[in-house]
């Protein structure tokens, strides 16, 4: 999923996807994972701040997201 100039993003889901993981990661920064509560109908905002980190190159956030997946999936 990609954002906007501006950050913003649009995502239309089943209710079964609730509650929902939201990870933000970009080459650079240190990835954060937040859990967003979407209700039936209404519109559900999780805002990030990102901090800038030498050590969060694209094959560390790789590593971040595969042991993420790695967790949820067992």
């Not at 980190?53 to 967790?71: F, I, K, P, T």
């Amino acid at each position: 999923l990609k954002t906007d100039g501006a950050g913003h993003y649009q995502l239309w889901l089943n209710k079964g996807f609730n509650p929902l993981e939201v990870i933000a990661a970009e080459d650079g920064y240190t990835p954060v994972m937040k859990i967003a509560k979407i209700t039936k109908g209404g519109t559900t905002t999780t805002n990030f701040t990102l901090a800038s980190s030498s050590a969060a190159s694209s094959a560390a956030v790789e590593r971040y997201l595969g042991a993420h997946r790695q967790l949820r999936t067992g």
